[in-house]
Structure formats: structure tokens, C-alpha cells
């Protein structure tokens, strides 16, 4: 180095006396602009020698998460993050356009479609021009990055395809790369459907557990094939591969972060008559980082992820030292770099004769530490999370409802009234949104989207569709009311009002439909002017403005896709067909009580106020089962770190000596709370596990939004002395209702008929005055031989099987014998053995597990008291208001009365071999309820309303996914078979539905239908998938590209057939009849 350094001064100070002659006028050097050779990628550019480096700048823009998306849009609110995304494209396009090998990748269409808009007609141009040209790519491609363990899949395709339509529409641009690199986890839904269904050949992301993540290093399986639904088979398979160096992070190697807001960048400065001429160091470094890189995968090529969150601001910082970088680095001559993008880099990855491993389970769930589970998630925020389920699926009746009706789009309306409702949903699917793990005044942000969206789809689309169906005349004024889960509708508090309910789903239904009432003697009569049975109930609610009663009344069978009509009315008490009055009893004493619908039998102990027992016989079936079953809540003491080092200067603190430190503290608690106040919040995000593990320092790990550590296994009973039961009977429902305490309620239901009893649980406020967090679970414990096994779905679609202390992929060191066992849950969880299977389906995704023998429980609620210092910044302690961030006295206080949570289950029990059938069907149920609209004491008929010929449009193991006007002459129509290979002998066959016919029948001309792949960007026809060869599987790309082709509707006269766990789309030229 000394040689080094004296070689240095004498070539400067040659250089010094050389070019003094050229010096000007005020003795300052002069020197020519510098020409940097910066390829692209391409197969000319590639070396069979050198490691190719693809050098990959990109941005990763949140839809909201600190700031809210207007926010981060702007630039606005930056004393919590500065971060302004116009600005970003406003500098990186006119980069782009310097140099015609740059190139830039983005993500995120909220954003991009909002900039585009503002732009002048020239500057479209150039973006197109960029596009067609490959400068500007596009991975993923959706309205935002969803995640992927809080949504459900219908919510990932609509928003994937309000991205998707953006792009091909304006840029004429498909994208065929998945780029998952923030969420916390990676489901296998995200590899089957939202990436090879969606016609990606490869997934990117970021974050695994750092257990399997450390292994795949040493083994150099950074990258491989994942093939994750055992249904569609070994053809629906997708090339994977970990961002961010492989650090478990999406940006750049370490030191070679160029943005303009690094405070401490190393800038490439190769200037030689500069003191600081770094040039070999930097190029040392890069190559350096990149063959360690390439050394933990297989193959010749590697890419690096320049850029993170909101980078490019000042996109001429990054790409100056990255052309400076590229050009250094080629004449050094080790590695070969150049710009690319991660379709090119996918691309070049497929052409080397490399046999990749399998991956066949999901990435569930994360951990960045030894206790730093990121499973709190799964439940964090509940009321949003409902919320976002709620509006998804009113979304999906309301645009069948469009359709069907021809109003709103199918009726030329511009702009299109189901759009707003449409964004703020895909917005809501934010990995930072329905996730719970945004700042408390984001989540505000994302209620008030979806509740303005809603707001405007319910009057211009919905009740006037619903109008039309029913027959209803013109003038007819139906209202919404979204708050009838408080038992408030200003609609039906009068002396007589009209129901509409509309049934969404496919087939024939009757349910029992819950309105709140101001009187408890009604009658209620269909449109043949008929009473139906019905019952009024006390209403629980506490609300203000709370309707005091509610009525339960059968809506007898409902034809798919139709609307029907009835009427209610105040009543004296003998008014012949006047709603049943129930029998109501209050439970106690010793022995048991029992109460039945003539399928399900529910058993509860006098003495303890608990479930003890289920039954279900079904002679038809010929099911007749029994089980010991105790139900109850508990809560899990959040961790709460002892260390209370926020009021401690540590700038003087030495934590290796103790000197100028606070005492008490071990070692490396001093220096984990030293390094992380010099972090951000983007930096927290990704660099407090990796820190934790460094010092050892984990056992300080809080639970927080993101992370669930309870301080110890032990589970709290929620029980003052025992639980008050009250029965409440009529012949069309039966209620136990159960008081836990102050903050937990709970009602069982069995509705005459059903196979399964309904779980109406409330919770909240959860008391704090201990100051300590809780997180509360609901628990059933059975007879159940479940051997340790769990089975959990992937956001709706596939079950997964699930083991205690067990991943498939890599033998588990388990430190956290609960978080570590939780799953990701969105529509049920399930145990069984040979004679029994146990099913909750629930409303909302939750967390859940099974921890014991025979037992499952799920996460209702959680109320934290401390950050878990990943970023967000705050705990999960939501009330009705906050203080201002800018509040110097209190920032962002909680104020107002803390969050109450109500919630559904359905509980099942079935023969195994049974209960398939009704697990699905019940979950389709819960996604799409009938949806009823509300209007004055009589309405006036014109017409007759919509009738079907058959009780069922399609095959009862297809789901009509999407029914949608997307022209006045044009639908786009998704069938998806809703059953697992083996799940069930009958319905998990393949199953065929003549197309034409089913348009037909809703009242349409087929004209001609085009099938396209998931998103409907492009015709199914012509999509090419790439072949990834495993070591089991040698694949040919004409093979499996003519066998995809071969199945498309055109070619088989409109008829489709579906196979198990298949989704097909199609777009329909229609006329109206």
C-alpha cells in the first residue's frame, strides 16, 4: 500500500507538470468530457468466461405506508419521510433518454398512471418511446405490490389487472416478471396464480427466513423453480430468484448506494488529479461483491437491485456513477457488467443448461432473528382488514350487477363509476396496507378510500342496477346501508321499508338475511306478497345510533345473478304472519345443555359456561359424528422489551468499555440501541434482524405490527368467574349467547337447515392499564387426533399442510414456539384425523395455529404498546383519533375510544372425505353474501324482474370469479374451478362449461370470445411460457406452449373444461337482449 501510495504521488505529480501548459487563465485545470462505455444486456454482450453482471436499476415505491399515497405522491408530509414519487419519474425518464443503453425498472401503476396523465403529449411520447425501445420496463405490473400473506386472491387479480389493462392500453406493454421484493413472506398462490397464471415465467423477491436463506447460500440455491400447486401440476412452474445481493433486502451491494438521500455516499471519482481518485477501490469492491454473489448461485449471470425506496429522485446521481462504475469495471476486466432489467436478466438466466431444484411448499412464515417472527401481521389491524374483504367482495357483485343491468361502463358512462372503488380496493392490497403495518393516519387514508369508492358505486351502479333487475321503475331510489354491522340503517328505522337482496353467486341460494329494525313486531312478505318466516332479536350493538332490535328473516331461494324483492312492516303482535317472537333463557346450574337444528348439535357445560361438545348427522350423507370440543379467548402477553433506553443519550456511550453509558445494560443491548438511532425507517426495515443476529441482541425484540413475540408460551384465560349463557329460540334460528367479560362476547347460531353453526365473536377495547400489550385468540380445543398437523390455505386457493416446528425446505432451529407456528389464514384453517375433520372458516385474514393436539385457535385482536423497530415507527394501539405527527407535545397521541372488533366463523364438522364440499362452498358464501339494498314502503313495478332457467348457471365446483363490462359490447368473464386435486371424489374432477350458453343465459348475444390469460392482457393463444429444466423434468418449449394452446376456447367450439384449481378468462363480444 505504501509502494501504492508513493507510485500515486509521483504519477500525480507528473501529471500536475504535464498539464500545466494547459492550464487556463486562472491556473484551473482543463480536461476533456470522458466517454464511459456502458452496454446493455443482450446475447451479444454476454461472456462464456466472465460472471455477468446485470446491472438492475429499479425504485421501490409504497403505496402508502408512512406517509399516505397522495403523500408520497407529492411530497408531501416529508418531516416523517422524504419521499416524493412524481420526482422520481420527472428525473429518471430525461435520464434515460441521455444514453440509450440506461435502462430503469418500475413497479408500481398507482403511481405511474397518476404521473403519466399529468404528463404533455410529448412527454408520452418519449415514455413510449422508452418502453418499445426496452429503457423503461415494467415487473409485476399491478396497481401496487400486494402482499401476500393478508389478501385474498380475488383482491391480487383485480388489482394485478387494473395494472395490467394501464399498460397494455396506454404503453402497449405486457409484463412477464413477478417482483415481490417487500413482502414478508411469499405464498404459493403468488407462484401459481399471480405469476404463472398471470403468464410470468420468473418471481423475484426479497425476504425469506434467515434459516433457509443462510442455507441456500452455502448451497448455492439462491435461485431454482418453484412448482407450488400440487392441482395444476408440474407445467405451472415458475423460475425464482432472491433480490437484493441475496441479503434478504432488494438494494444495492453495500457501498454502492448512489441516491441523493444517503447521507454518507462513496460517489466513483476518477478525476486523477483529485486527492480522493477512488477508482480501483471501487471497482475492487463491485467485483468483489459480485463474484461472492455469483458464488452462491448457480449459472454465469447475476443481477443487481440498484435502487430502493422512493430512490431516483435525483436520478443523474445514480446513473453518472453507474456508468462511471460499468465502464471501470469492463476495463478491469474480471466480470462483465452493463445494463439490464429483470426480464433480460430472466431471460439470460433460461439459456444456460442448468438443472435448477424444486420448490414445492411457500415461504411461510418469515423471520429476520432467532424471536423475530413476522406473523403479527396476519391479524394486525383487524377492523381494516375486514373492512378491505368487505368492499372486495361488494365489488365483484356490484360489477356483475353493472353488467347485467347495462348501466355504468356497460352503458358507455365515462368516467367509469366502479373506477374509484376499483383503485382504492387495489390500493388496499398494499404489502403496507391490508398487511396492518402502515402508520395509524395511512390506515385512516385506506378506510376513506374504500368508503368513498363505495359511496359512489352504491348510488351510480349498484341500487340502480339492482332497480332494474328487480323491475323496479325509474324513479325508484334504492340506499345502501354500510353500517349494518352496528345495527344502523337510517333506511330501515321506519314503519315499513322494501328489501332488495341480490344473490352474486352462480348458483341458488337461501340464507337468512340480518336488517336492524326499530320495532320487535314485523311481518315480512315476498314479491308473491307471501309472509316469511322470520324472528326479531335484541340488538347488541352499542352504537349511538343504533337501531334497538334485529330482524332475521328467510329469503327462501335466491336464483343466481337475480334479485328479490320484499317487504317489511310494523305489526301488532297477532298480526298473522308477525315475526316469530323467540324463547330466551338464561343458562346456569350443573349438567349440560344442548341445542340443535337437526344437523349440528352444540353442547355446553352448565357449570363452566363453555362449548364442551359437536355433533352432525346427516342421514342423506350418511354422516353421523361426534366430538369433545371446548371453546374459549385467551390472550398472549406481547413482549415489551425492558430496556427503556429512549430518554439515554448514547452519542458518548462506549458500549465495549461500559464508559459514559447507562448501567444495567449488557453489551450488545448498548450497541443494537446505538446502531439503530443512526437508521431510518427504511433502514429499520431491513437491517434490525440482520443486527440482532450480529449481537446477539434478539432477546431484546418487541412485538409490533409486523412481528408477534408473546413474553411467554402461556396463554391468559379472558373469563370473569364463568361465562353468562343466554339461549335464544325460534324455529328459524337458535342463539347461545356467551359474556366473557367486559371486553369479550361471543353468539353461537344454528340456522335451521345448515350444516355448521356460526361464531359471532367481539372484542375490545382491550384493557392496557397493566401497560401491557395483548394479543387475544379464540380457541377450540378437540378430540381430534391431529397428529401435530395443521392445514392452512393460501390466500383462498390451496390448503398447505402445515407441521409443528417443521419447515419442508431446511431443518428448523425453532426459538419461538408460538410466532413461529403461526400461518397466514384468509379463508379457514382445518385438523382432522380418520374419522373427523374440524373447519373455521373466517371473514378476514387472521392469524392462526394449532399449538396442541386436537386444537386450533386464531388471533382476533392485538393492542401493542411498542414499536417492533421495522420501520413503521409506532405500535398497533388503534382509537378513534390521533394527534397530529406534528404535535411537539404529543405526536400522533391516541385519543378516543380504543378499537372494538366484531367478526365471524362458520364451524364445521364432517366425515373427511365429506368435508371438502363444504368447506368451499360455505367460504364462497362468506366471500359474497347477498347483498341487500333498501327502499320506501312500496316500490313500483314496470317490469318483470330477471329470471334464470336453472338453478344453477355452472357446474357446482366453478366459480363465476368475474363477471364484468369492460365495453357497451364487451365482458370479461372468469371461471375458476374452486376444488383441489383429491379433495373431493366428485367434484375435484375436471369440469366443462359451454360459454356461449352461460353468457346466453344472463340475457346476452354471444358474438364471438377470445380467451386470455389471468389479467387479460393478451391472448391465451399466443402466450409463450418459457422452459425451466429441473433435474426430475427436461422441458421443451413447443411442448408445453402447444399444450396450452390446444386447450383455448376458440379452438373447442366455446366449451371449456376446467381442471382442478384452474382459472380461465375470456373476453365476450356481446349485444344485449
Known amino acids: 500500500l505504501l509502494r501504492a501510495a508513493q507510485r500515486m504521488r509521483v504519477t500525480t505529480a507528473l501529471c500536475l507538470a504535464a498539464a500545466a501548459a494547459t492550464a487556463d487563465g486562472y491556473g484551473h485545470h482543463k480536461q476533456h468530457k470522458k466517454e464511459y462505455k456502458t452496454p446493455a444486456a443482450g446475447p451479444e454482450q454476454y461472456s462464456d468466461t466472465l460472471l455477468n453482471v446485470h446491472v438492475v436499476p429499479h425504485t421501490h415505491d409504497d403505496v402508502g405506508w408512512l406517509k399516505t399515497v397522495d403523500q408520497y405522491f407529492y411530497g408531501a408530509n416529508n418531516t416523517i419521510q422524504h419521499a416524493a414519487v412524481q420526482y422520481i419519474l420527472d428525473s429518471a425518464i430525461p435520464e434515460l433518454m441521455k444514453n440509450p443503453n440506461r435502462k430503469f425498472t418500475y413497479v408500481e401503476i398507482?403511481?405511474?398512471?397518476?404521473?403519466?396523465?399529468?404528463?404533455?403529449?410529448?412527454?408520452?411520447?418519449?415514455?413510449?418511446?422508452?418502453?418499445?425501445?426496452?429503457?423503461?420496463?415494467?415487473?409485476?405490473?399491478?396497481?401496487?405490490?400486494?402482499?401476500?400473506?393478508?389478501?385474498?386472491?380475488?383482491?391480487?387479480?383485480?388489482?394485478?389487472?387494473?395494472?395490467?389493462?394501464?399498460?397494455?392500453?396506454?404503453?402497449?406493454?405486457?409484463?412477464?416478471?413477478?417482483?415481490?421484493?417487500?413482502?414478508?413472506?411469499?405464498?404459493?398462490?403468488?407462484?401459481?396464480?399471480?405469476?404463472?397464471?398471470?403468464?410470468?415465467?420468473?418471481?423475484?423477491?426479497?425476504?425469506?427466513?434467515?434459516?433457509?436463506?443462510?442455507?441456500?447460500?452455502?448451497?448455492?440455491?439462491?435461485?431454482?423453480?418453484?412448482?407450488?400447486?400440487?392441482?395444476?401440476?408440474?407445467?405451472?412452474?415458475?423460475?425464482?430468484?432472491?433480490?437484493?445481493?441475496?441479503?434478504?433486502?432488494?438494494?444495492?451491494?453495500?457501498?454502492?448506494?448512489?441516491?441523493?438521500?444517503?447521507?454518507?455516499?462513496?460517489?466513483?471519482?476518477?478525476?486523477?488529479?483529485?486527492?480522493?481518485?477512488?477508482?480501483?477501490?471501487?471497482?475492487?469492491?463491485?467485483?468483489?461483491?459480485?463474484?461472492?454473489?455469483?458464488?452462491?448461485?448457480?449459472?454465469?449471470?447475476?443481477?443487481?437491485?440498484?435502487?430502493?425506496?422512493?430512490?431516483?429522485?435525483?436520478?443523474?446521481?445514480?446513473?453518472?456513477?453507474?456508468?462511471?462504475?460499468i465502464n471501470y469495471v469492463n476495463q478491469d476486466g474480471r466480470v462483465n457488467a452493463f445494463y439490464s432489467n429483470p426480464e433480460l436478466y430472466m431471460q439470460a438466466k433460461n439459456t444456460e443448461d442448468i438443472d435448477w431444484s424444486v420448490k414445492e411448499d411457500d415461504f411461510f412464515p418469515y423471520s429476520d432473528c432467532e424471536h423475530c417472527y413476522w406473523t403479527g401481521y396476519f391479524t394486525s389491524r383487524p377492523a381494516l382488514k375486514r373492512m378491505e374483504r368487505v368492499m372486495s367482495g361488494y365489488l365483484l357483485a356490484a360489477r356483475q350487477v353493472e353488467a347485467l343491468a347495462g348501466v355504468g361502463a356497460a352503458a358507455g358512462v365515462s368516467p367509469q363509476p366502479l373506477f374509484l372503488l376499483e383503485a382504492a380496493s387495489a390500493v388496499a392490497q398494499h404489502h403496507d396496507a391490508v398487511s396492518g403495518t402502515s402508520k395509524q393516519h395511512v390506515a385512516f387514508d385506506y378506510a376513506q378510500r374504500l368508503s368513498e369508492g363505495y359511496n359512489q358505486a352504491a348510488p351510480e351502479v349498484f341500487n340502480v342496477g339492482i332497480a332494474k333487475l328487480a323491475g323496479l321503475s325509474s324513479d325508484t331510489t334504492l340506499v345502501n346501508c354500510p353500517d349494518l354491522n352496528i345495527s344502523v340503517c337510517d333506511a330501515t328505522g321506519g314503519d315499513s321499508f322494501s328489501v332488495v337482496a341480490y344473490n352474486p353467486l352462480a348458483y341458488a341460494r337461501s340464507e337468512v338475511l340480518t336488517i336492524p329494525v326499530a320495532a320487535d313486531s314485523v311481518v315480512v312478505t315476498d314479491a308473491t306478497g307471501e309472509a316469511v318466516a322470520a324472528t326479531v332479536v335484541p340488538s347488541n350493538a352499542d352504537a349511538d345510533d343504533a337501531l334497538p332490535y334485529s330482524l332475521m328473516f328467510a329469503t327462501g331461494d335466491i336464483s343466481p345473478l337475480t334479485a328479490a324483492p320484499f317487504t317489511v312492516a310494523v305489526v301488532s303482535a297477532a298480526s298473522e304472519g308477525a315475526a316469530q317472537a323467540p324463547t330466551a333463557q338464561t343458562v346456569s346450574g350443573s349438567g349440560t345443555l344442548e341445542v340443535t337444528n337437526g344437523k349440528v348439535t352444540l353442547t355446553f357445560d352448565k357449570s363452566s359456561g363453555r362449548l364442551s361438545g359437536m355433533s352432525y348427522v346427516d342421514e342423506e350423507q350418511?354422516?353421523?359424528?361426534?366430538?369433545?370440543?371446548?371453546?374459549?379467548?385467551?390472550?398472549?402477553?406481547?413482549?415489551?422489551?425492558?430496556?427503556?433506553?429512549?430518554?439515554?443519550?448514547?452519542?458518548?456511550?462506549?458500549?465495549?468499555?461500559?464508559?459514559?453509558?447507562?448501567?444495567?445494560?449488557?453489551?450488545?443491548?448498548?450497541?443494537?440501541?446505538?446502531?439503530?438511532?443512526?437508521?431510518?425507517?427504511?433502514?429499520?426495515?431491513?437491517?434490525?434482524?440482520?443486527?440482532?443476529?450480529?449481537?446477539?441482541?434478539?432477546?431484546?425484540?418487541?412485538?409490533?405490527?409486523?412481528?408477534?413475540?408473546?413474553?411467554?408460551?402461556?396463554?391468559?384465560?379472558?373469563?370473569v368467574g364463568v361465562p353468562t349463557l343466554t339461549v335464544s329460540e325460534s324455529d328459524l334460528v337458535t342463539e347461545v349467547h356467551q359474556v366473557w367479560s367486559s371486553w369479550v362476547t361471543q353468539t353461537f347460531r344454528l340456522y335451521a337447515g345448515q350444516s355448521y353453526a356460526e361464531v359471532e365473536w367481539t372484542v375490545g377495547p382491550v384493557p392496557i392499564d397493566d401497560n401491557m400489550g395483548k394479543e387475544v385468540i379464540s380457541k377450540f380445543s378437540s378430540s381430534i387426533a391431529s397428529d401435530g398437523t395443521l392445514y392452512t390455505d393460501s390466500n383462498g386457493r390451496e390448503f398447505l399442510e402445515r407441521k409443528l416446528d417443521y419447515r419442508p425446505t431446511w431443518d428448523l432451529i425453532q426459538y419461538e414456539e408460538v410466532a413461529g407456528n403461526y400461518y397466514p389464514v384468509n379463508m379457514g384453517l382445518y385438523i382432522k384425523d380418520e374419522n373427523a375433520q374440524l373447519s373455521i372458516l373466517n371473514d378476514r385474514s387472521q392469524g392462526g395455529a394449532s399449538l396442541e393436539e386436537g386444537s386450533l385457535e386464531l388471533m382476533l385482536h392485538r393492542r401493542l404498546l411498542h414499536d417492533d423497530s421495522r420501520g413503521v415507527g409506532e405500535p398497533i394501539n388503534e382509537t378513534s383519533f390521533i394527534t397530529s405527527y406534528d404535535n411537539s407535545d404529543c405526536t400522533a397521541c391516541r385519543e378516543g375510544t380504543p378499537l372494538v372488533v366484531t367478526g365471524k366463523q362458520i364451524l364445521q364438522l364432517h366425515a373427511p372425505d365429506k368435508a371438502m364440499k363444504h368447506v368451499r362452498a360455505d367460504a364462497q358464501r362468506m366471500f359474497s353474501p347477498i347483498e341487500p339494498v333498501f327502499g320506501g314502503a312500496t316500490v313500483a313495478k314496470t317490469a318483470a324482474p330477471v329470471k334464470r332457467s336453472s338453478e344453477a348457471l355452472l357446474p357446482h365446483n366453478v366459480k363465476l370469479l368475474t363477471f364484468q363490462a369492460v365495453s357497451t359490447d364487451e365482458v370479461l368473464i372468469r371461471l375458476e374451478h374452486v376444488f383441489a386435486i383429491d379433495e373431493d371424489a366428485t367434484l375435484s374432477q375436471p369440469a366443462s362449461v359451454n360459454v356461449t350458453a352461460l353468457v346466453n343465459e344472463m340475457g346476452f348475444t354471444t358474438l364471438g370470445a377470445t380467451e386470455l390469460t389471468l389479467t387479460g392482457n393478451q391472448a391465451k393463444k399466443s402466450q409463450h411460457y418459457l422452459p425451466w429444466s429441473t433435474a426430475d423434468k427436461k422441458e421443451k418449449a413447443t411442448e408445453l406452449n402447444e399444450k396450452a394452446a390446444a386447450k383455448v376456447l376458440e379452438e373447442n367450439e366455446g366449451v371449456i373444461t376446467l381442471d382442478p384449481m384452474e382459472i380461465r378468462t375470456a373476453i365476450v363480444k356481446v349485444a344485449r337482449n
Open 110 to 325: 398507482a403511481f405511474f398512471s397518476r404521473w403519466y396523465y399529468e404528463q404533455s403529449d410529448e412527454m408520452q411520447a418519449n415514455v413510449k418511446k422508452l418502453v418499445k425501445n426496452g429503457q423503461l420496463s415494467f415487473v409485476n405490473g399491478g396497481w401496487c405490490m400486494h402482499d401476500e400473506a393478508a389478501t385474498h386472491y380475488i383482491a391480487m387479480v383485480d388489482q394485478t389487472t387494473l395494472g395490467h389493462a394501464f399498460l397494455k392500453e396506454e404503453l402497449d406493454f405486457v409484463p412477464k416478471v413477478g417482483w415481490q421484493i417487500d413482502p414478508f413472506g411469499h405464498s404459493s398462490t403468488q407462484a401459481s396464480t399471480l405469476s404463472w397464471m398471470a403468464a410470468f415465467d420468473a418471481l423475484f423477491f426479497g425476504r425469506i427466513d434467515y434459516q433457509d436463506r443462510e442455507l441456500r447460500l452455502e448451497n448455492q440455491e439462491c435461485e431454482g423453480v418453484w412448482r407450488a400447486s400440487p392441482s395444476l401440476g408440474d407445467d405451472a412452474q415458475v423460475f425464482w430468484g432472491l433480490t437484493g445481493s441475496y441479503g434478504g433486502n432488494y438494494g444495492p451491494p453495500d457501498g454502492y448506494n448512489f441516491d441523493v438521500n444517503n447521507n454518507d455516499p462513496t460517489p466513483v471519482m476518477d478525476d486523477t488529479w483529485l486527492h480522493d481518485y477512488n477508482v480501483p477501490d471501487r471497482v475492487e469492491g463491485f467485483v468483489q461483491a459480485s463474484i461472492t454473489q455469483g458464488n452462491q448461485t448457480k449459472g454465469n449471470h447475476i443481477m443487481l437491485t440498484m435502487g430502493s425506496d422512493f430512490q431516483y429522485e435525483a436520478a443523474a446521481e445514480w446513473y453518472t456513477n453507474l456508468d462511471k462504475l
Open 622 to 719: 350418511d354422516e353421523d359424528l361426534s366430538i369433545e370440543l371446548d371453546q374459549g379467548y385467551y390472550y398472549y402477553t406481547s413482549f415489551n422489551s425492558s430496556v427503556d433506553l429512549a430518554e439515554w443519550d448514547l452519542s458518548d456511550c462506549d458500549p465495549e468499555t461500559g464508559s459514559d453509558c447507562p448501567e444495567g445494560y449488557p453489551k450488545a443491548t448498548l450497541q443494537h440501541h446505538k446502531a439503530t438511532r443512526l437508521m431510518n425507517s427504511v433502514e429499520h426495515h431491513s437491517q434490525v434482524g440482520p443486527l440482532h443476529r450480529d449481537l446477539g441482541s434478539s432477546d431484546d425484540q418487541n412485538s409490533g405490527a409486523y412481528i408477534f413475540r408473546p413474553t411467554t408460551p402461556d396463554q391468559t384465560p379472558i373469563s
